[in-house]
């Protein structure tokens, strides 16, 4: 079961914030949606600073979802959702971020076919960078994020795996 104290997140992220995570967080640049390349954000994952989730969405088929869960754990992080995937079998319900589920303050979110539904985003603290792979570019998270990848789930998340 996943257990997340936002409160002790938050602390430990006061404590440790890296320069070079804090230009990437909403605070520090609030420019939106600016494009990321794969060999970027392979770059930006391999810094190793702060804390990083990895969330999924309806976008996410039971193909990308291994591949994903391989990178979760080259990345030491947890894997959380959205209720589509819950309802797709992808995630436990106890994993779903947002209104229903649990609320999660990590320093980056690498949302992976999440349309960016406000009973999703309302879980995620706003202090968090969050890095878009959708295929459609024009999805709600899309506009909220920091930075966005116009791709599909599986191809990035195998080159991700493959860079790392």
């Not at 060999?39 to 702060?50: D, K, N, V």
């Not at 024009?138 to 116009?150: I, N």
Request: proline share 4%; charged share 20%; aromatic share 4%.
């Amino acid at each position: 079961m996943l257990n997340i104290n936002v409160r002790q997140l938050l602390a430990e992220r006061h404590q440790r914030q890296p320069e070079a995570a804090a230009e990437e967080h909403f605070e520090a640049a609030p420019t939106l949606q600016q494009p990321i390349t794969i060999e970027e954000l392979a770059t930006l994952i391999g810094r190793r600073q702060g804390c990083w989730m990895v969330g999924v969405g309806g976008g996410v088929s039971r193909e990308a979802m291994s591949h994903i869960n391989r990178l979760a754990e080259k990345m030491n992080c947890q894997v959380v959702g959205t209720r589509p995937a819950v309802d797709n079998g992808l995630i436990d319900h106890a994993q779903m971020v947002g209104r229903t589920g649990c609320a999660i303050a990590p320093d980056y979110y690498l949302a992976f076919g999440i349309s960016g539904d406000r009973l999703h985003t309302v879980g995620i603290a706003p202090t968090t960078c969050v890095v878009a792979i959708n295929t459609d570019a024009d999805a709600p998270l899309c506009h909220k994020s920091r930075r966005v990848l116009a791709a599909d789930a599986e191809t990035t998340a195998k080159a991700l795996v493959e860079l790392l």
